[in-house]
């Protein structure tokens, strides 16, 4: 199993800026994809954007398209997502998650596809 831990959330003002950083460690594959999620109080966790095993091909919710960049280090197992223009909307608890998967440049869009997940860092955007 892996393990995924998220950090780098916090409270800033809209318009700000936040970088989420999220660590793998434990049985880790040669390759697996990974992803971050975000949810709102009262609401369902949300995709948010995703990055393939070969950092190549990306995929980014509608909402955060522009807005938010997301990347990896793969020689550090690191998976990042910077956070740009931030708006209240974007207050919510976001998580880290990976699943192995034989295909270096497939990108996964949905919270079943992912195995493991992270125990998620607060981000609050005050207007």
């Known amino acids: 199993q892996v393990q995924l831990v998220e950090s780098g959330g916090g409270l800033v003002q809209a318009g700000s800026s936040l970088k989420l950083s999220c660590v793998a460690s434990?049985?880790?594959?040669?390759?697996?994809?990974m992803g971050w999620f975000r949810q709102a109080p009262g609401k369902e966790r949300e995709f948010v954007a995703a990055?393939?095993?070969?950092?190549?091909?990306?995929s980014y919710a509608d909402p955060v398209k522009g807005r938010f960049t997301i990347s990896r280090d793969n020689a550090k197992t690191t998976l990042y997502l910077q956070m740009d223009s931030l708006k209240p909307e974007d207050t919510a608890v976001y998580y880290c998650?990976?699943?192995?998967?034989?295909?270096?440049?497939?990108?996964?869009?949905?919270?079943?596809?992912?195995?493991?997940w992270g125990q998620g860092t607060q981000v609050t955007v005050s207007s």
């Open positions: 998650a990976s699943t192995y998967y034989s295909d270096y440049d497939i990108v996964l869009q949905l919270r079943e596809q992912y195995d493991d």
């Open positions: 434990g049985h880790i594959h040669s390759s697996f994809a």
């Open positions: 990055i393939s095993w070969s950092g190549v091909h990306t």
